[in-house]
């Protein structure tokens, strides 16, 4: 569509496949494009020719599904996310 935009990029597919998990539970339509490597493969391996995947928006939601991204990032660099994982492991 034309008045999609990209909010969020990674050599990680399935990175990918969770942030786009993440906006359609917010209620965002997401669609994800996955380019793949130099060998026409689509990779989920680590390596320097892991595909590229590109989550896309509508533009209308486009602020709002960077300010999910963000929160999501952040959250999950700090750690959070693993301990509130190991917390429901717990019970």
Do not use: C, N
Not at 45 to 72: W, Y
Not at 73 to 87: F, I, P, Y
């Amino acid at each position: 569509m034309p008045d999609d935009v990209v909010v969020y990029a990674s050599d990680d597919e399935i990175e990918g496949y969770l942030y786009k998990a993440m906006l359609e539970e917010a209620g965002i339509p997401v669609i994800i494009k996955i380019t793949p490597d130099m060998w026409g493969q689509r990779t989920v391996f680590a390596g320097p020719h892991q595909a590229r995947v590109m989550l896309l928006v509508p533009a209308s939601e486009e602020e709002h599904a960077k300010e999910l991204v963000k929160a999501f990032s952040e959250e999950a660099e700090s750690g959070r996310l693993a301990e509130e994982m190991e917390e429901l492991d717990e019970e």
